[in-house]
């Protein structure tokens, strides 16, 4: 790509009477009854997968393991009122010790036959949707998921706090679409960053870049705020998929003027670290404020930064 200036500008920025109270439900007939409905075998290819003729719809077995507060799994420890409603340890708390469905104090009761049976459990990753084929036991499957490299990337754009999910050429299309972000084709990028008054930004994030590389995307992010008592500038670039991809490219990053010179070079961040994180870890480029001026020239009032740099890919 030839290489091109770019000024970017800071955006502005019901109750029922209970019996005794029992110690946990020790239901062997429920639970022999679900797991002689739940069975799982294994296919030629190795992975586990459900079977069984008389296997139950995975909505029966999520309604016996939902919470009915948070409607989120539940994991040990699983509570119990004294007339046997459940649920999660952490809505316990919420509801002040008072079990939601029939407003009877709910005690330290756990439902312990409830926590056994999901322990014989074997569900789809919950996002099967998306390409994860295996199944997890019931009490492995919440750490798999929080790492499944088919779970969905959160949108990288800096400028504001975005929730949108998706994957790469979804977020890709919505950068361009929704955020308005500059979008280039090619390894190398000759870009310059404006502000007057910059003695005024103490926390500044310019507009995010991407660029298609490789068959990649790379996002390139550039930012002032305080480090320590100190306000920098910071350039650093994210790459638009998983870490273990991301190792497979460097990149570098030039500022200079007046016959000084910084250079920064490394491996791209995936973006499933926020640019925060990166950020917050030094990870980058980065110019003092007094520095950066001084690359500015003139009198020093306005930030003109050029920055330059490339991203390659590692043999």
């Known amino acids: 790509m030839a290489p091109g200036t770019v000024k970017m500008e800071v955006p502005e920025s ?82 002040h ?36 084929p295996d199944i997890f036991p019931y009490y492995s499957k919440l750490k798999h998921e929080s790492q499944c490299t088919f779970r969905p ?42 502000k007057s008054n910059p003695q005024e930004v103490e926390n500044a994030t310019w507009m995010l870049t991407v660029f298609n590389c490789f068959g990649q995307h790379f996002c390139l992010h550039f930012e002032a705020f305080q480090l320590g008592m100190a306000p ?22 030039e500022v200079g003027a007046n016959g000084r010179k910084l250079i920064w070079q490394g491996v791209p961040r995936s973006i499933r670290d926020s640019h925060r994180k990166v950020r917050d870890s030094h990870d980058g480029l980065i110019i003092q404020r007094n520095m950066a001026l001084f690359f500015s020239g003139g009198d020093r009032k306005e930030l003109k930064l050029r920055v330059t740099g490339r991203i390659w890919k590692e043999q």
Not at 178 to 183: A, F, G, L, R
């Open 14 to 95: 019901p109750m029922r009477d209970g019996g005794d109270t029992p110690s946990s439900i020790e239901s062997s007939e429920v639970e022999s009854s679900l797991l002689s409905k739940s069975t799982v075998t294994t296919t030629s290819s190795g992975r586990k997968a459900a079977s069984g003729t008389a296997a139950p719809p995975h909505s029966n077995v999520h309604e016996l393991l939902e919470c009915p507060v948070c409607t989120n799994s539940m994991y040990p420890p699983i509570h119990q009122c004294p007339n046997g409603h459940t649920l999660c340890s952490n809505c316990k708390l919420r509801v």
């Open 153 to 194: 990337y959160n949108c990288p754009y800096a400028g504001s706090e975005c929730s949108v999910t998706g994957d790469i050429a979804w977020l890709v299309a919505h950068l361009r679409d929704e955020h308005k972000v500059d979008m280039h084709n090619g390894c190398t990028f000759n870009h310059r960053y404006v």
């Open 232 to 253: 920098v500038y910071m350039a650093f670039l994210r790459f638009m998929g998983d870490d273990n991809e991301a190792k497979n490219f460097s990149y570098s990053l």
């Open 97 to 132: 010790n008072r079990c939601p469905t029939c407003r009877y104090e709910l005690g330290n009761i756990r439902c312990l036959a409830l926590e056994k049976v999901a322990e014989s459990l074997e569900l789809p990753c919950r996002f099967q949707s998306l390409g994860c």
